[in-house]
């Protein structure tokens, strides 16, 4: 009975021996296989898809250059039980990396690229949480990132932050990507999309780029339907051109710090440069963050006479030249709207 128990217990040795040495054994190719790179350090992209088994996770490694041995590979990760919960995505990995990195990697997530979309029209208030969580940074990283002395220069801004110049567009930055450089490629984009001819536009204007990315933002946030970007532009370029107050509800909002959605008589008091109910002319900077097609408007209003307007419950708004005129269509508008509320 001690005999067989002895042999049996000598066997169990022996396969743990033999898991040991092929642990070992793969250890070593896994090293010589990072050590072998004729690119050690080079970033590259990998994907995995979802569902993604061990085999396509590895041969995917192999296509870019980072796995010498994909059958081994799987091995390794089979043997050091690593091999599960590989997370799929798009990775920034680094030519070189151990099998034991590049394994964790894809279970624990690092180096998975970040996605964030910032829609038309957001404000710095909603862009730097939903850029810090994308960028897996604090909060207060993103908001010192947003204040950048060298890029306020660069844009020669009057203003202490980057409101209204980073660009709205859905952004893919590599794992580990910093606040600043994030946010300077946001910037950049912005810039991408300033065209050339414009800076010949701002001096038929007589208008700086910052004067339009402003108007631009409210337009932003009055337009519902596109075409009437260029007849609301053109509101405020009327209004500007007779010394009128712009009296535009979105710049009151952004004096409250917050969305409301509707303001009272009592709102219109608040005592900031941005409400322009008090103070005439354009607000100090952007209020949001711009589209392409609301800095056009800016730029080129439409040819119409306009100096009021009002929205109506879909959401059209309707123009009038007149403030009798302009009384009326408010009256309109209010009584739609009770009778949308009495049909809800």
């Given at each position: 009975m001690r005999s067989a128990l002895r042999r049996s217990a000598l066997r169990r040795s022996a396969v743990r021996g033999r898991r040991l040495l092929a642990v070992a054994w793969l250890a070593l190719a896994a090293a010589t296989a990072a050590c072998?790179?004729?690119?050690?350090?080079?970033?590259?992209?990998?994907?995995?898809?979802?569902?993604?088994s061990l085999r396509t996770a590895a041969d995917s490694l192999h296509r870019a250059g980072l796995v010498s041995w994909p059958r081994l590979f799987r091995l390794y990760a089979k043997a050091t039980s690593d091999d599960r919960g590989?997370?799929?995505?798009?990775?920034?990995?680094?030519?070189?990396?151990s099998w034991t990195a590049l394994i964790h990697a894809l279970r624990d997530g690092e180096g998975l690229d970040r996605r964030v979309t910032i829609p038309e029209g957001w404000n710095l208030a909603t862009i730097?949480?939903?850029?810090?969580?994308?960028?897996?940074?604090?909060?207060?990283?993103?908001?010192?990132?947003?204040?950048?002395?060298?890029?306020l220069r660069e844009l020669d801004l009057p203003t202490p932050t980057l409101e209204g110049y980073l660009f709205p567009d859905t952004y893919i930055f590599s794992y580990g990507t910093s606040p600043r450089v994030a946010v300077r490629e946001m910037v950049n984009r912005f810039l991408h999309v300033w065209e050339p001819a414009w800076d010949d536009r701002l001096q038929q204007l007589a208008m700086s780029r910052n004067d339009i990315i402003t108007l631009a933002s409210?337009?932003?946030?009055?337009?519902?339907?596109?075409?009437?970007?260029?007849?609301?532009?053109?509101?405020?370029?009327?209004?500007?051109?007779?010394?009128?107050?712009?009296?535009?509800?979105?710049?009151?909002?952004?004096?409250?710090?917050?969305?409301?959605e509707r303001l009272?008589?009592?709102?219109?008091?608040?005592?900031?440069?941005?409400?322009?109910?008090?103070?005439?002319?354009?607000?100090?900077?952007?209020?949001?963050?711009?589209?392409?097609?609301?800095?056009?408007a800016a730029l080129f209003?439409?040819?119409?006479?306009?100096?009021?307007f009002v929205a109506s419950p879909d959401g059209h708004h309707e123009f009038r030249t007149t403030f009798k005129a302009h009384t009326e269509a408010v009256q309109q508008a209010r009584r739609e709207r009770r009778e949308h509320a009495s049909r809800d």
């Open positions: 072998d790179s004729s690119a050690v350090g080079t970033r590259v992209k990998v994907t995995i898809p979802p569902g993604a590989i997370k799929a995505g798009s990775y920034t990995l680094r030519r070189g990396e730097v949480p939903a850029l810090a969580r994308a960028l897996g940074a604090p909060v207060d990283s993103v908001d010192s990132a947003v204040r950048d002395t060298a890029l409210i337009i932003e946030r009055e337009a519902r339907l596109p075409e009437e970007r260029p007849v609301i532009s053109a509101v405020y370029h009327n209004r500007l051109r007779l010394q009128m107050p712009l009296q535009a509800d979105p710049t009151v909002e952004y004096a409250l710090g917050a969305h409301h009272y008589y009592r709102d219109l008091d608040v005592e900031s440069p941005y409400n322009t109910y008090r103070h005439p002319g354009l607000p100090p900077g952007p209020i949001a963050s711009p589209g392409k097609a609301s800095i056009e209003p439409a040819a119409v006479p306009y100096l009021y």
